[in-house]
């Protein structure tokens, strides 16, 4: 969670991105300190200069670019103080994140969505490094601090950035060294939440030859989501620390060679997954302590015991090394060469139920290492034809562990609908759980035992039939000794993991070139095969025994067992110790788990591998009918390899379930123009594209976990504008607007909306300015907007959330979040051209309440969870350059 309430897709300083625009990198002060309004105007002036962009892996203006991109300059991420992924979104049309964590965001270009955790999961969208793919999403929430620009490249653009960029890519290009000057900035920021950052940046000319640029942000704010028990802490905190170093040597004219690493480390509290439907209680005396708002506080707290006694939250640690080299082989032929290795650890202890008591307590543990290496030669000798050729190799290995632990007592209350005590507490409501120790009393347990199976019995035979026979049935399958027994068993703190790994090598071969048929026409083609051999492994495993609660489920749910073996299976359930005698002695009970079945020997580890190949590829026409005038057509092809998915075992013993997804491929039509009018004070800028997906990936909820299946077809619409005008320094307007019609087109999900896609997004504000007194004051408000957004592509629809894709069916449609408005505004005042700038923030500024995630791995459970979006924040920033 972050300090800013950024949700919506939308705010028009992107626009910025595509006109002759603010300068892109730190500049070092005058040597004149005494620096007067009219010289800051003067270097104001100075800095208007044509933005240059390598979305298309050349230099070029914005202007010049066949597809929609949305850029942001070093001065634009200043002045909106933008520094992470939340804040970008809400001012780029058609791009969208949801933050649960740094360690869990959804990023979304025109309605698609990437965010899962599997180490065989393939991205459709990718957060790049200067052109290095961050290709999983619990390595991709990387700081924004000390860049030169970010391109936000929508639509596929496999052909030229690989792999991750099915439908679009997004490239932070970090600021490099300037080998002529030395200088620096320091920052500071204080709020409320007791929020602050403190942030620098030192730039070295060493020689005429070297350079170094160092720079380091760490930021930490309070939880917005109180929590309401003793020892936790508040809720979607922020505790955040980043480093970058970089070493440039120019030893030629002809080349240049950047040594760039980055460190990043986050341990924020724990994420509010609030339930509600159950109150926040006091787990030991059963008082309620809070309402069902989103935005009250949660009495979340993992199990005892749970990963060696862990508190809720996250411990994240991202690094890596990037070599750029750059050489002019000749005027004409230049060579690209980029060389990286990155890794990344998590650990996320999740409170997964929502509520006080330790139903399901959840981790997830990922390892990542990736290794990779580009080469592209460019043509470019001034003439009408411009192109490059390239090969890159890409190895990465991934491993995802997640560990649940259940209170079997608590879980089975859950599932016989009784809570709240289920009566024994007079008067009790149903929203308010009952004390942690009622569910220790056998015989409140073994009454819900019988319960559960009644009601199983209920549910297999006619309607109609008598109490008295389906009574007799249940004594005779499950009499009252045995369900005190099985009560008896029941565990505090079963425990259950699984493993799944993944190894891939990728090969690429790609090209693009582009011909300039006129002064005014161009045309263009790239194309581009990649070759992936992958593995994936899975070993599932109980830590602490079999789950009685799951035997027993097995035994009245296990198809085609006769009567006789569902009476032996419940009756060794209620043998004493039953959770922990060994198969070979308590036949004929298998090693069951609740969530995830144990391969065999409980935990060996079983693997599969496919190799798979594919092309994608892009044509395009640009006509200009001047410098400042673009109209565009692209088609192009993307392409998500095939997945091959991972399932734990249906029974205890039995074989892992590989799944091979067909690839994922969409066709893309987009046409539009850029333009720059009235002295180029007056920027429009529109697209309009259409998008045909086959064999459309997601993911399907199994139980309490989750697993990659085909949807089949899908399709989406839609138009992006974008409206910027200065008519002079003292004013600048912007507003933007952007509509995407996506719909699934066949199967069990026909006719239902994309996840976190909006069909509108919409916003607008301007930026005053003046001279005042021997400064320069500003002020900037704006406000977003977005429409309804479901959180899971079932749409949180009934029909798709019964057994067995849950346990417990959902019958309320209500995960999704209408449509809201955020309002935002800064005031700032500088000297000496900004040299010391003091500035004043509002984030949410009206309080809206709005949720940012809904459903999760609780709704398996029929607890679906809730995460508050962030409330009004505010503070001031200071910032001094020397």
């Known amino acids: 969670m972050q300090s800013r309430a950024l949700y919506a897709a939308g705010s028009l300083l992107a626009l910025i991105s595509a006109t002759p625009a603010l300068a892109q990198n730190e500049q070092a002060p005058p040597p004149d300190q005494a620096v007067t309004k009219d010289l800051a105007a003067d270097q104001a002036a100075a800095e208007e200069e044509t933005i240059v962009v390598t979305a298309q892996l050349r230099e070029q203006r914005p202007v010049e670019i ?74 991709a929430y990387v700081e924004l601090f000390d860049v030169e620009r970010v391109e936000i490249s929508k639509g596929p653009q496999s052909t030229l950035y690989g792999r991750g960029a099915l439908i679009g890519a997004v490239n932070i290009v970090q600021a490099k060294p300037d080998l002529d000057s030395t200088y620096g900035r320091v920052r500071g920021e204080y ?74 480390k986050d341990t924020p509290s724990g994420t509010s997954f609030k339930s509600l439907l159950y109150r926040p209680t006091d787990p030991v005396t059963g008082e309620v302590l809070g309402e069902l708002d989103v935005g009250d ?92 050729i390239g090969a890159s190799y890409f190895h990465e290995k991934s491993s995802q562990r997640q560990a649940v632990q259940f209170d079997e007592r608590t879980a089975l209350a859950q599932i016989a609908g009784a809570l709240n005590g289920g009566g024994l507490i007079p008067g009790r409501p149903a ?28 549910n297999s035979v006619p309607i109609g039939t008598p109490d008295f026979i389906i009574d007799g049935v249940l004594d005779t399958l499950l009499p009252l000794p045995v369900a005190a027994g099985i009560a008896g068993n029941l565990k505090a703190d079963h425990g259950e993991q699984d493993i799944n790994r993944s190894k891939t090598e990728a090969f690429d071969i790609f090209g693009d070139v582009t011909w300039k048929v006129s002064d005014q026409f161009e045309l263009g083609a790239g194309l581009r095969w990649t070759h992936d051999d992958k593995s994936t492994s899975i070993s599932d495993s109980v830590l602490n025994g079999r789950s009685i609660l799951g035997g027993f489920l097995g035994a009245l749910q296990t198809p085609g067992l006769s009567d006789a073996e569902r009476i032996g299976l419940l ?71 095939e997945v091959l998915s991972a399932l734990n075992p249906a029974v205890p013993f039995g074989d ?36 045909k997906y086959d064999n459309f990936q997601t993911l399907e909820q199994v139980g309490t976990t989750f697993i990659t299946t085909n949807a089949g077809k899908a399709k989406s619409y839609g138009l992006e504008a974008q409206l910027r005008y200065e008519p002079n320094r003292n004013l600048r307007m912007f507003a933007n607007y952007a509509f995407n019609h996506a719909r699934f087109k066949t199967g069990v999900l026909d006719g239902n909306r994309f996840r976190l896609a909006p069909e509108h997004s919409f916003s607008a504000g301007f930026t005053w300015a003046a001279n005042a007194g021997p400064g320069r004051i500003d002020f900037t408000p704006a406000i977003t907007y977005q429409s309804k957004v479901f959180f899971d592509d079932n749409n949180d629809r009934p029909e798709l959330q019964q057994p067995p894709a849950t346990l417990l069916p959902d019958f309320v449609q209500d995960e999704f979040q209408k449509g809201y408005a955020l309002v935002s505004a800064r005031l700032g005042y500088g000297l000496l051209a900004d040299k010391y700038r003091v500035e004043l923030f509002i984030e949410n500024a009206l309080d809206k309440e709005y949720i940012k995630d809904a459903g999760n791995s609780g709704d398996a459970l029929g607890l679906p969870t809730f995460i508050a979006g962030e409330p009004r924040t505010y503070g001031i920033q200071l910032t001094a350059r020397f």
């Open 297 to 388: 506080g949660a009495a979340l707290a993992p199990g005892a015991g749970f990963e060696g006694g862990k508190d809720l939250g996250l411990d994240r640690k991202v690094w890596g090394l990037t070599g750029l080299t750059k050489y002019e082989l000749s005027p004409s032929w230049t060579l690209n060469a980029t060389t990286a290795y990155r890794e990344f650890h998590t650990l996320e202890i999740l409170d997964i139920d929502g509520t006080s008591l330790p139903i399901i307590t959840g981790a997830e543990e990922f390892d990542n290492k990736q290794f990779s290496q580009d080469l592209r030669l460019t043509w470019d000798n001034k003439g009408p034809v411009t192109a490059f």
């Open 66 to 139: 066949p597809f929609a991109l949305s850029t942001f300059t070093s001065r634009t991420l200043e002045d909106l103080n933008i520094q992470e992924f939340e804040d970008l979104a809400r001012y780029t049309p058609g791009f969208a994140v949801q933050n649960q964590s740094p360690n869990n965001p959804a990023i979304s270009i025109r309605g698609i969505t990437v965010d899962s955790g599997f180490s065989y999961f393939e991205p459709r969208v990718s957060i790049y490094q200067d052109g290095v793919s961050i290709a999983k999403p619990r390595g």
């Open 431 to 458: 929203t308010d759980p009952a004390p942690l120790g009622l569910f220790g009393n056998t015989l409140f347990t073994t009454a819900l035992l019988r319960g559960v199976a009644r009601q199983g019995i209920v």
């Open 571 to 641: 009756q060794a359930l209620a043998v004493p110790g039953a959770a922990t005698i060994p198969p070979s002695i308590l036949y004929p009970v298998p090693l069951f788990g609740l969530t995830f079945q144990p391969t065999a020997n409980n935990g060996d580890e079983l693997e599969a591998k496919n190799k798979d190949n594919g092309f994608t590829w892009r044509l395009f026409g640009r006509y200009a009918p001047n410098d400042d005038t673009s109209f565009y057509a692209i088609y192009a092809r993307g392409r998500r390899p």
């Open 656 to 691: 892992p379930r590989f799944t091979l997804v067909d690839a994922e491929t969409v066709d893309s039509f987009e046409v539009g123009a850029k333009a720059t009018l009235v002295d180029r004070k007056l920027y429009l800028d529109a697209s309009l594209f259409y998008y």
């Open 191 to 264: 709020g409320n939440f007791d929020y602050w950052l403190a942030e620098a940046m030192l730039n070295a000319a060493i020689s005429p030859q070297v350079g170094l640029r160092v720079s380091g942000r760490y930021k930490k704010r309070d939880g917005y989501v109180e929590s309401l028990l003793p020892g936790v802490e508040d809720f979607n905190s922020i505790e955040t620390g980043a480093a970058r170093a970089i070493l440039r040597v120019e030893p030629s004219d002809k080349l240049t060679f950047d040594l760039i690493g980055n460190y990043q």
